[in-house]
């Protein structure tokens, strides 16, 4: 066989200097946005009545639903995950390119205040859960715009990852210390399992602070305490100012405390999570990005994925966690006394995912073919700031539904399955059409075109050191509306996508190994037979491929046995 380390290791070299990007990065950050879309519609139309009144009755196909809808829903770091590794990349090759650590940090610092003000806004007044979303279902508050912002999502995690990641970098890249890169990924592990281990000491802390924050409600019986009968009555909680009613003290308060415990991404534990992104960073930006680092990876990534699902077993056996809260609270992680075994289950899933990817596709060498099929995927993640604040777009078909007689679509939570997935399926296609649209304007307006003007006024330009040892400015001067960073035709078509095959992998044994973890997460049965089916063709009819098709096609038959199975008891009605 074909030796590729000299040819491959030449490759990453080449890759890391230009404009070049990872096609899995890209990817992964898309279908965070698609997943994200994928959960949010049917939580807002979809009618789960059922859960609480018939569950024991309900037919399979509905568990199932539910299932997947609380898997997806915990998953919410998943999209901090991925930020945190191509936030690293681009710090790594700034530092290589030559830029100075003060400027990188500066960046860092700014950049990612300017993000969290953008994530205030986006979350207290222009986003689908601000006020002009609640305004587009009917709902008047203007308490909104001063509460709302204190909520601790994914963009606000992301804001505050983005700045402690900066320093953390910026301190460990003095004196060249970039180059070490096993160092500084230890380091990160270390920092990670410090996150962790605080996680409960934080939480205690800002319950000592402000008396059962973030969930306690205020002490007036009513759910609207300023007279409005719209009200919210989440806003009733004690992570949320009331206009009125909280002093400037308690705006402060609440500002510090919710990137340490507020709902429902905490820096504590989540920050862990970005420093775990931080590592898969640093290893692709290596010289020569370690075989064993991807193969002990996935390991620990299954060991850990067991672990916590034991732990979380073990903590329903002895009833520290009842099965109602649990429901109520996957993707309010303080809310859950099974926290960390948690946690540790969809965090360690969530790796393991990224790791067989990047494994599936850039160590396969097969970059350019995986982008070319994945572009609908890839233009969620382009704009998706832009595309997680005007979520509310899926009002357009609800509203045509609403047109036929005796369905209520604008209603929150009425919709059967049947019209849960046809507002699903329009809101993709919409999005699709507008995107498509929008990128031949290079997204001029979008979230990210505003930030990125914002950032060429008040961030410090792109200098290099010359030759002479004299920074110069690298930028370039464009017309009033450009911007590098939305250039569709130059980032998202015409991009030398970076191939990291220095290795000679093997796909039948790959193919073997995906299918057995296929067992596990039925998904990656269809990953596992169209690997070995490729294989075969490449390599030819050997034992790993022969068994990994016959392990994924019996695994599919299983399942598609048992559910038809459980479908003829429990019913097939959505």
Not at 164 to 186: D, E, Y
Not at 315 to 322: E, I, L
Request: proline share 4%; hydrophobic share 50%; aromatic share 14%.
């Amino acid at each position: 066989m074909i030796k590729m380390e000299e040819k491959g290791q030449n490759l990453a070299k080449m890759s890391l200097k230009g404009p070049n990007r990872f096609v899995t990065i890209d990817f992964l950050r898309g279908i965070s946005i698609w997943m994200m879309i994928v959960l949010h519609i049917p939580m807002a139309v979809y009618d789960m009545s059922w859960v609480y009144t018939s569950m024991e009755e309900a037919p399979i196909i509905l568990i199932l639903m539910l299932v997947v809808i609380l898997y997806l829903g915990s998953w919410c770091g998943f999209f901090l995950m991925i930020s945190s590794i191509g936030n690293m990349i681009s710090m790594r090759n700034s530092l290589k390119k030559g830029k100075s650590v003060k400027n990188l940090v500066s960046k860092q610092v700014l950049g990612g205040f300017l993000l969290l003000i953008s994530a205030w806004i986006i979350e207290s007044t222009t986003g689908y859960t601000g006020y002009l979303g609640h305004l587009l279902e009917g709902y008047n508050n203007i308490n909104i715009i001063f509460a709302r912002g204190f909520q601790l999502e994914t963009i606000h995690a992301i804001a505050w990852a983005i700045i402690i990641n900066g320093i953390v970098q910026g301190i460990l890249s003095k004196n060249g210390g970039f180059n070490k890169p096993k160092r500084n990924m230890i380091i990160y592990g270390i920092l990670a399992l410090i996150i962790i281990l605080l996680t409960p000491i934080m939480w205690n802390l800002a319950d000592k602070i402000i008396p059962g924050y973030p969930y306690a409600f205020y002490d007036w019986s009513s759910c609207n305490p300023v007279g409005y009968p719209e009200y919210p009555c989440y806003l009733d909680r004690m992570q949320y100012p009331v206009l009125g009613y909280s002093t400037l003290v308690d705006y402060i308060l609440r500002f510090i405390l919710s990137p340490i415990a507020g709902h429902p991404e905490p820096m504590f534990p989540f920050l862990a999570v970005s420093f775990i992104g931080s590592i898969v960073g640093i290893w692709l930006t290596s010289e020569k990005p370690s075989k064993k680092f991807l193969k002990n990876g996935i390991i620990i990534s299954v060991l850990l994925e067991i672990a916590g699902l034991i732990g979380l077993v073990f903590m329903f056996v002895r009833g520290s966690q009842d099965f109602d809260s649990f429901i109520d609270g996957t993707w309010n992680i303080h809310a859950l006394n099974a926290w960390l075994p948690y946690f540790v289950l969809f965090t360690a899933n969530q790796l393991l995912s990224i790791l067989l990817i990047i494994s599936l596709v850039e160590f396969r060498g097969i970059s350019k073919t995986f982008a070319e099929k994945t572009k609908h995927f890839r233009r969620f993640g382009f704009v998706a700031l832009t595309i997680y604040n005007y979520q509310y777009i899926s009002l357009i078909p609800r509203y045509l539904l609403s047109l036929y007689p005796n369905i209520d679509g604008v209603t929150p939570n009425k919709l059967n399955g049947i019209l849960t997935i046809v507002v699903l399926i329009s809101t993709f296609v919409l999005w699709e059409v507008i995107l498509r649209l929008w990128e031949k304007i290079d997204y001029v307006g979008s979230f990210e075109w505003f930030i990125a003007k914002v950032s060429n006024l008040i961030l410090p330009k792109n200098k290099i050191k010359n030759e002479s040892g004299s920074e110069q400015d690298q930028s370039k001067k464009k017309k009033w509306w450009e911007t590098s960073r939305l250039n569709a035709k130059k980032q998202f078509y015409d991009v030398d996508w970076i191939e990291l095959k220095i290795y000679d992998l093997n796909d039948s044994k790959l193919a073997l190994n995906i299918s057995l973890l296929g067992l596990m997460v039925f998904p990656f049965l269809f990953v596992g037979l169209k690997l070995a089916k490729t294989s075969r063709e490449n390599e030819g009819k050997n034992n790993y491929n022969t068994s990994a098709k016959s392990i994924s096609m019996v695994g599919i038959l299983l399942f598609v046995i048992v559910f038809i199975a459980l479908s003829l008891l429990t019913g097939f009605a959505l």
